[in-house]
């Protein structure tokens, strides 16, 4: 199993959640975080003090899939999340030693 | 109603749809004696004055800060503020004379402009208090009323846009509706003179209708936010929303009772009144909501308070308390509808239902107000002598006029914002840009945020990613990139 | 005190706790002349309205609202809010004819109902104003006593069985209270012909005993919130509460002030004595938790100055300064240790201190007034012709009457509460069920969430999650599972 | 001016500078007949007072707590609100008798300590109200006064040192300059037998730049917060601060309107000198920043208002709406590049810019109430018979004194601020320590959070890392470790 | 070492971390998240507009142990986090190249 | 690649950052979280109650780096994160299996 890692705008969360779907994956975990990279944030301005915002809001999405499904998830969520603008984010993918499900206690591909 | 007053309203209607101007010579404003003053009619319409302002801010700031989404929280509760400010320079400027005045039926005159002759004698208008208390309570309304209509375009319009309109809005829409209904000699003042007396207490026309019906249009005008319809766009503090609705109606005593202009007992049953018609409003929203969609929501409860308090204004220096609250809750179950499925039918998108509201509620509480007018509660001079006022009594004039008056606020209303958003819109643009409106108003219109709470320790947490750059530093615009990731 | 009255207290005791009926015929209540309507008093006592419902909403609603967990603020507010609707129309049925017309010494008849008879012309009861005025403060004064029960049955109670609580609770305990207390030949009327006077100028007894001597019961009866001491359920926004302790204080000015029922030298004696007892029990409750527990918080600080605010509102109006000082002060200190060491080691969870803020300051204020009362200050005609009114001046009498007083207040306030949870909990239950206090009360209760904040970009991130389904789409009902994951 | 005037100034100058307390003995303050008492006027005045306490609790509380980090936010708040209760004691106690007995024209004496001699009869300061009614109204000024100052400590202030320092500010600074202004005899008295008269309405010298010049003390001698220009600290809520900046406009109407002391037309004159200096401040400050920064800015907007509402008071009851205006946007763009250009310019860290607003704007509307003010509107007795009394009549003399009374008060403001905190440091400390301001203030100061609301289902979710250890369980002191991680 | 990243029901967080403590395990890292799976979400209604939220609270906890202490780690936590009802989490172990303890500079088991 | 989590105190990520960005780093996705461990958490009380809250705000960076890179990366985290004091924080090291940029769609050491 692999863990596919996706830093992605916050907008685009249903629209990579749908794509998910269509591909028959249904479990999601998300998070909230911020992201610096090539991507500029933004200045606020409170009483004439200038600040600069470089952190900017993204959304962390945790996919477990089994190994041979990680291609056709990377595939959907690139082209779900993609806008052409810098900023788009990045996919991690990670090797998985292994799966539990709590409530039943199955474990692997049976737990995903 | 004879022939003779038929053939009046007929002429008076084609006057007022060609816009001709009245060569009617009413008679000046009368300035009294200062020895009419008395002390505690000022004190009771001092206060009014502060409650109505606080209506405004912290009032439907709170509550219309609080239905918008985060990113829009600090740029609607500028709208509510920067009018506080705006509409009251206007108002010394030249709104005051445009409203009250002697003009002609539809517009006053130039007589009272930069305040000259209000001073401390009072006006015949509130003979008992100095004319600036006079001048200055009317003034709470002019700030309020345009301040309603930004529910419509909230979240998606340009601030100097917003500023543009407000300002011919109160000059073009407000004054002129304000002098119709109120003005000496306006074409439908009941004491004073007018050709079609109607009745309106507290400004059922000239405030609810003629911010609920530009809302409306603005709405139209504007187009949806987007997203609307697609991506769900809830409330993001019901809590200030509550804590504005609370302030509302406690400032609406100021608003209604001090339209009373007096501490007695009409104010008193001004007062008892509205909040009877708060009352039953908001049972009649949450008991609708609660049989029709399976819960009470506290937003429901507010909404419908605030829709009870819409519908009684014009009535509730007229009315009985039982009719209080039959107007009330009426004004809480239509008003529910208007901002469910009416709207969503029509599919426009007035964001925090002003038209629902303000515009339904207000044409409902005009029409009723007709109806449940008493004579022996409050008889306007320009209804002669006659102990039957309202349909309830068996008088239909009222009734009639009632109507006239609503479609002739109505017309202005939708006329006069149309045009002006006609004119604003080349100059300013009306919406900001779709890259803004992701970003939400508050960063692109006023480049703050409403919260910087992320972390209980945001100040060190935020130093990761923000640097100082105060005084006269280098000027980072370029910094300023896309902010809607 | 004689034997005579001892023979007397006896009788009227005896007749008290068997419920029997006086038959004693009062003169009704007189209307007075219009004439006598004075427009400093009207002013001040429309404003002492608006500020007594200023201290239910936003006021209340905030302190409270601040002090309960997230998921349950919107809940919270709304019992405040809801119940500014439900009581006031209650009032206007019945409430206020039970509570202020003549009837017998334990409760009104019903010439007022539907507020007939309720018009411009004073009532004796205050007699330089609108009738409608003194209905309409007093009627502040009913909203708010229910309200401030809720804090005991905050987090869990069920929104039908708290409305049908709060309207019993209303007609069964507190309008025969207020009766006792206030009406005309009520029990404990100190002017106004009671059998045993006793003096409560703006509510200690009807007001605060009674609704903290409720929570009490309803803490009792309900039961503790699932979680109560093994999780810790720390107040989500203390700058709630501060805001609205804030616009209590503030509030209170109206409410005790407003009981001189004149603009007056009383009316501003009983505003200072509201003042400095506030400040006082601020001062207090700070400086004991600072003693006792390392650090003056600022809960403690609010919770101080709403206890000093409880214990002089039944002798604001009677005593002097300094004495209030004193007042506040020991409540503060007194309603300390009830809100931590009593509530802890009895066990009960009284969510918001209701009991220990209220009943216990409430139960003190009423004696001490008792104790602090003086003749000088304002001496009510049941007392006679007298220059000896509290303990300190050396009248026993006084503390007598005021210990019955309290203890009759307890005893209605106890059993009615009883009697009224047991008819209500077969019918609706009492407490949500276990899901759904996890849940939170603002979702299931009512279908919201007091803040959609969680991100700066909450509308298009909640898109990720939520999907819009208005007008008359598929009714996801199904879609609605359980929601304390 | 003649020479003899000049001569005299002199002497009163080196006299003052000398701290030589004068010999002079006046008349003691006159107790009225109560028969003057006037229900409007002292309804007025008693709203005025409920209203002048809303600015500082709620108001000023909002204004401030919004403007601070998240982790101050209590601690900020609390200032105000301790500052409520304390001052208020200190007020009953000696604090109104310094500041309106009679005795020398620094200071007064003890007549009124412990409120003796202040009951039900008018004191000739207020001829129509109850002397406690005037007591009170004064006292809500001195609880706000120092209040303002806090935005210049907070965020690193000892609670401790912030109660030693006000409680002595107020005895040493305020009351000496209240009685040299307002009080019978005083030095700069206007109408009351003062050597040099100048005017201040409602506390241009008195309240602002006292405040405001003791607030640049404060910040030049406790030194910037930690991380001041190299982390941003941004507001943590500008939306609380909206509310306050509301509340503040609002409740400036019993502040200003109330400083006539009557409900008469004087008083409806303050009310709209106020209202429009506070719009057309606001419009200032947000034009300026708008051509200079790039945006309009709700901070900006709000602060505007704030300024502009200083800057009227000393003159709010002299002038004329338009010059009203004139001050408010004059102040709005001054205020504007106080709190930018100077306060960066100079490094000092004022933190909420209590000197650039308060300071700034104090000493502008001080000196323009010398040139703006009408002695058509109101000329004060001790100016004599004259109809010249501001600069633009061409009275220069008011100028003069009103530049000397700003230089009096400056001086009083900063030697007092610099001893009191030198007398303060050695016993309590007057910042907290490095890691306690890294936490925060309302931790290490109070033991609390602000908001507890970082999850939907926060109570569950603390649980995981929190254990309730309540009544005599085990004191887990040693548990209270680092909280800066 | 292993990573343990437990996706659970956010009112057991209590009860996980204690069953931890129980078997020595002392160190851990909490990250508030939202999930999307077979659990539903709730619907929510303002002014007739109804809300369906999908996402769910959960919390994500991180513990690294011993490749050794995993199994008895992961069936601390499953037993702990159990209610049996839809939506209990899940368990994903990944493989730890390197920790180091910033304080120290210690690295791998000494590190934990 | 190796994808490196870093728990640090809060205040701490303004330095990490610009540690990471002199060795030419700019890419990092931050999320915030909260610590239990040896670092103490505070007490608050609330009318009497005493709450001790044992969790610690933390910041939880995410920097993923050439594996070449990784030891000067996580010296330089370290060095710019330490304080000496307890709850410094710990650096975990994942092997990653893949890096996709999302808007160009280039994978590996290039995405990054
Ligand atoms: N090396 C990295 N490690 C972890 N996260 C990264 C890294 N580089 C980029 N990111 C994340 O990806 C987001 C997008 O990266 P950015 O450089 O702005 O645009 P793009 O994805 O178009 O190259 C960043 O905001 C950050 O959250
Ligand atoms: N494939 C997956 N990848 C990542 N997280 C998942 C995955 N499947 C489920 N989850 C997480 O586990 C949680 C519980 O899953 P759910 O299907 O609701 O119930 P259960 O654990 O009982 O099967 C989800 O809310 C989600 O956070
Ligand atoms: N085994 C672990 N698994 C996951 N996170 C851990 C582990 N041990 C510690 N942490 C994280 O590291 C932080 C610091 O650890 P702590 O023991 O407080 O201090 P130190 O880093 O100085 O040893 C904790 O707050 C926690 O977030």
């Given at each position: 199993m692999q863990m596919i890692e996706a830093v992605i705008k916050p907008h685009k969360i249903d629209a990579v959640k749908q794509a998910l779907a269509k591909i028959g994956i249904l479990g999601v975990t998300a998070v909230e975080c911020k992201g610096f990279g090539r991507q500029m944030g933004h200045t606020e301005r409170y009483r004439g003090a200038k600040m600069d915002v470089g952190f900017v809001p993204k959304v962390l999405m945790k996919v477990c899939v089994k190994s041979e499904e990680a291609q056709k998830a990377t595939s959907a969520i690139?082209?779900?999340?993609?806008?052409?603008?810098?900023?788009?984010?990045?996919?991690?993918?990670?090797?998985i030693a292994q799966v539990i499900r709590i409530r039943t206690g199955e474990t692997n591909e049976q737990a995903l | 109603?004879?022939?003779?007053?038929?053939?009046?309203?007929?002429?008076?209607?084609?006057?007022?749809?060609?816009?001709?101007?009245?060569?009617?010579?009413?008679?000046?404003?009368?300035?009294?004696?200062?020895?009419?003053?008395?002390?505690?009619d000022t004190a009771w319409m001092?206060?009014?004055?502060?409650?109505?302002?606080?209506?405004?801010?912290?009032?439907?700031?709170?509550?219309?800060?609080?239905?918008?989404?985060r990113k829009n929280v600090l740029a609607t509760m500028m709208h509510c503020f920067i009018l506080m400010a705006l509409v009251s320079v206007l108002w010394a400027i030249v709104g005051y004379s445009l409203a009250f005045d002697v003009g002609n039926p539809f517009i006053g005159g130039f007589r009272f402009a930069f305040l000259r002759n209000v001073g401390a004698a009072p006006?015949?208008?509130?003979?008992?208090?100095?004319?600036?208390?006079?001048?200055?309570?009317?003034?709470?309304?002019?700030?309020?009323?345009?301040?309603?209509?930004?529910?419509?375009?909230?979240?998606?319009?340009k601030f100097s846009a917003m500023l543009a309109f407000s300002t011919l809005w109160l000059l073009v829409v407000y004054c002129p509706l304000a002098h119709m209904v109120w003005g000496k000699g306006g074409l439908f003042n009941s004491s004073m003179g007018g050709a079609i007396p109607a009745i309106d207490f507290a400004g059922g026309t000239v405030v609810h209708i003629s911010s609920g019906v530009s809302a409306l249009v603005c709405a139209l005008v504007l187009g949806r936010r987007r997203g609307y319809r697609t991506h769900p766009m809830p409330p993001h503090s019901v809590v200030l929303s509550v804590i504005g609705a609370a302030m509302l109606w406690v400032g609406w005593f100021g608003f209604n009772a001090g339209s009373a202009l007096h501490a007695n007992a009409l104010a008193s049953a001004a007062l008892i009144n509205t909040h009877f018609a708060a009352a039953a409003g908001a049972l009649g929203w949450t008991f609708i909501e609660w049989i029709k969609g399976g819960k009470p929501t506290v937003l429901g409860?507010?909404?419908?308070?605030?829709?009870?308090?819409?519908?009684?204004?014009?009535?509730?220096?007229?009315?009985?308390?039982?009719?209080?609250?039959?107007?009330?809750?009426?004004?809480?179950?239509?008003?529910?509808?208007?901002?469910?499925?009416?709207?969503?039918?029509?599919?426009?998108?007035?964001?925090?239902?002003?038209?629902?509201?303000?515009?339904?509620?207000?044409?409902?509480?005009?029409?009723?107000?007709?109806?449940?007018?008493?004579?022996?509660?409050n008889l306007p001079v320009g209804f002669g002598n006659t102990t039957r006022l309202g349909l309830i009594e068996g008088n239909t004039t009222t009734v009639l006029h009632q109507l006239i008056a609503t479609g002739a606020a109505w017309a202005m209303a939708a006329v006069g914002s149309v045009v002006i958003l006609m004119i604003v819109k080349p100059i300013f643009g009306l919406r900001v840009d779709e890259e803004d409106e992701y970003a939400g108003l508050d960063?692109?219109?006023?480049?703050?945020?409403g919260y910087n709470i992320e972390d209980a320790f945001s100040a060190t947490y935020a130093g990761g990613g923000a640097?100082?750059?105060?005084?006269?530093?280098?000027?980072?615009?370029?910094?300023?990139?896309s902010t809607h990731g």
């Open positions: 690139v082209e779900a999340a993609r806008t052409g603008e810098v900023g788009d984010g990045k996919i991690f993918i990670y090797p | 109603m004879n022939r003779a007053s038929l053939a009046r309203y007929g002429a008076l209607v084609a006057f007022f749809g060609l816009g001709v101007s009245t060569t009617h010579a009413a008679e000046p404003v009368q300035i009294l004696d200062p020895s009419h003053i008395n002390t505690g001092l206060t009014s004055t502060a409650l109505v302002l606080m209506m405004t801010g912290p009032g439907l700031a709170l509550f219309y800060g609080g239905l918008v989404r006006a015949e208008y509130a003979p008992t208090i100095p004319h600036t208390t006079w001048m200055a309570f009317q003034m709470m309304f002019a700030v309020i009323t345009p301040a309603l209509i930004c529910g419509a375009y909230a979240e998606r319009m409860a507010i909404s419908g308070a605030v829709a009870g308090l819409v519908v009684i204004t014009p009535a509730s220096g007229f009315t009985l308390p039982i009719w209080a609250m039959v107007m009330g809750f009426t004004g809480g179950v239509i008003c529910f509808f208007a901002a469910t499925t009416l709207k969503h039918a029509a599919g426009y998108d007035d964001s925090l239902d002003a038209f629902g509201v303000h515009g339904v509620g207000g044409t409902l509480g005009a029409i009723l107000t007709g109806v449940f007018a008493v004579a022996a509660v960063l692109s219109q006023h480049g703050e945020s640097t100082l750059l105060s005084g006269n530093e280098r000027d980072s615009a370029a910094l300023v990139g």
